[in-house]
Structures are given as structure tokens and as C-alpha cells.
T-cell receptor, first 108, second 112 residues
Framework: QKEVEQNSGPLSVPEGAIASLNCTYS??????FFWYRQYSGKSPELIMS????GDKEDGRFTAQLNKASQYVSLLIRDSQPSDSATYLC????????FGAGTTVTVRA | NAGVTQTPKFQVLKTGQSMTLQCAQD?????MYWYRQDPGMGLRLIYY???????DKGEVPNGYNVSRLNKREFSLRLESAAPSQTSVYFC???????????FGEGSWLTVV
């Protein structure tokens, strides 16, 4: 079992809609979680980090963490074509472990 | 501010050849990493260096060696390249283990 599992995608949403991305992890003791965005042919860039149960909002992005259920999610509100990318979920237990990524396409 | 710089950006190797991927960071970070990215597999950690003078294996170390040359530089060596090592390689660094990781632009390696 992979340490971090992401919903397989790809995900296609119309412009202005909410994109919902989910991620589950296997180690109940994990404390730090991250969402990276990766445009095609580019390197990953950090968009959100979350350490505590609940929601964390940053602009149009909201990360949600539920340690009891071992899942972390990312909501992208008012999706824009520029949000089209692969989103990588990661957890950090002394070293960063990534999920396989979910590719999001925002249709104009 | 260059951040994390890796070279070369593209390389084609024949099976059995050796090569070294170079990585340098100018952020005075203590920790450095090498990942590979394959379609459908996400990013997998090859080796990491928590601090200057230390290196440790990650998830997929077989076929690779690393050297933490100094605080700035962390190189990845393929001694005898195999087609299974065709991948995109990312070097990354962070202030310390557990801090935000910053990635280089990637190196596209093809082994034929």
C-alpha cells in the first residue's frame, strides 16, 4: 500500500466551478501535509501546507485535514483555466512522500 | 535568486553508460533531496541528505549513488544506466527536514 493515495482523476471542471481533490494516507501518526501544483513540464510548487485538523484557507484554495479518518483534501473555488495542472498530495514524516497526483483540467 | 539549479536539463544515455546529475542551491539550506518522477507514480525519493556530511536512502535507491559535496551541492550518479532509469529527476532542498521543500527545474533522462 502506498503511503499516500490520491483519487485517480483526471478531473475536468467548468470554469467557475469548485474542484475537489482528495488524498488518504496510511500512517496515522503523520503530522504534516502539503499540496503541490505541477504544470506540465515544470517542477512542483507548494500551494498549501496544513498541520492541524480542520480547514485552512488561502485565497481560492482550502485545504482540509481529518487525522481521525486519515484524509486530506483540497478545494479550488472559482476554478480558472490557469488552475489546470497536476496536484500532488504529500505528507512529511522526516521525508516527503507524494501521491501519484490528480490532473485537473478547467474548461473555459 | 536562482534557488535550486540542476544540470543537465536533458540527457540521452546508452545502456551501461554512467553519468552524474549536478545540483546546487543558493538558499543556505541544510537538507537536499533527489526524486524521480514517472507517469502514474508521482514523485519517489531516491536519496536525501539531512545535513552536510550525511546521506540516506529513500524509497528507490538501487542503481544510484549520491555525494553531498558541500552544503550547496548534492550530486546523483548513475554508474551503469538502465532503461528503467529513464525518468525525470528533480533535485530539491529545504531549510531542514520537515520544512518546505523547493524543487529544481528537473532533468529529463532517457536511457536507450
Amino acid at each position: 500500500q502506498k503511503e499516500v493515495e490520491q483519487n485517480s482523476g483526471p478531473l475536468s471542471v467548468p470554469e467557475g466551478a469548485i474542484a475537489s481533490l482528495n488524498c488518504t494516507y496510511s500512517d496515522r501518526g503523520s503530522q504534516s501535509f502539503f499540496w503541490y501544483r505541477q504544470y506540465s513540464g515544470k517542477s512542483p510548487e507548494l500551494i498549501m501546507s496544513i498541520y492541524s485538523n480542520g480547514d485552512k484557507e488561502d485565497g481560492r484554495f482550502t485545504a482540509q485535514l481529518n487525522k481521525a479518518s486519515q484524509y486530506v483534501s483540497l478545494l479550488i473555488r472559482d476554478s480558472q483555466p490557469s488552475d489546470s495542472a497536476t496536484y500532488l498530495c504529500a505528507k512529511d514524516d522526516y521525508k516527503l512522500s507524494f501521491g501519484a497526483g490528480t490532473t485537473v483540467t478547467v474548461r473555459a | 535568486n536562482a534557488g535550486v539549479t540542476q544540470t543537465p536539463k536533458f540527457q540521452v544515455l546508452k545502456t551501461g553508460q554512467s553519468m552524474t546529475l549536478q545540483c546546487a542551491q543558493d538558499m543556505n539550506h541544510n537538507s537536499m533531496y533527489w526524486y524521480r518522477q514517472d507517469p502514474g507514480m508521482g514523485l519517489r525519493l531516491i536519496y536525501y541528505s539531512a545535513s552536510e556530511g550525511t546521506t540516506d536512502k529513500g524509497e528507490v535507491p538501487n542503481g544510484y549513488n549520491v555525494s553531498r559535496l558541500n552544503k550547496r551541492e548534492f550530486s546523483l550518479r548513475l554508474e551503469s544506466a538502465a532503461p528503467s532509469q529513464t525518468s525525470v529527476y528533480f533535485c530539491a532542498s529545504s531549510e531542514n527536514i520537515g520544512n518546505t521543500i523547493y524543487f529544481g527545474e528537473g532533468s529529463w533522462l532517457t536511457v536507450v
